[in-house]
């Protein structure tokens, strides 16, 4: 099992920054890819950004060269340093691991970007 424990969301204004942290524990060994999701009120999860061990980065078009994710394997550590928020990018925003057995998520993280 992997568990996740997210952190750093909040309430920031409309161009501000925010960094997440999302913390794994467990079979760490196991774990393949690490990602960001998020899920705005009324909307379907989706796809923010993704990171292999290797380092290899994937971003959603809305998000790419805004948002930068990256991993400190030695910390168990995934960060998601957001830039230029919009209003519109308000949500809950989850941190993912894909793991030998499955997949594992965090219980989230609000961001709320004000106008």
């Known amino acids: 099992q992997v568990q996740l424990v997210e952190s750093g969301g909040g309430l920031v204004q409309a161009g501000g920054s925010l960094r997440l942290s999302c913390a794994a524990s467990g079979s760490i060994f196991s774990i393949n890819s690490m990602g960001w999701y998020r899920q705005a009120p009324g909307k379907q999860r989706e796809l923010v950004a993704t990171?292999?061990?290797?380092?290899?980065?994937k971003y959603a078009d809305s998000v790419k060269g805004r948002f930068t994710i990256s991993r400190d394997n030695a910390e168990n550590t995934v960060y998601l340093q957001m830039t230029s928020l919009k209003p519109e990018e308000t949500a809950v925003y989850y941190c993912?691991?894909?793991?030998?057995?499955?997949?594992?998520w965090g219980q989230g993280t609000q961001v709320t970007v004000s106008s």
């Open positions: 993912n691991a894909d793991y030998l057995f499955g997949l594992a």
């Open positions: 990171i292999t061990s290797g380092g290899r980065a």
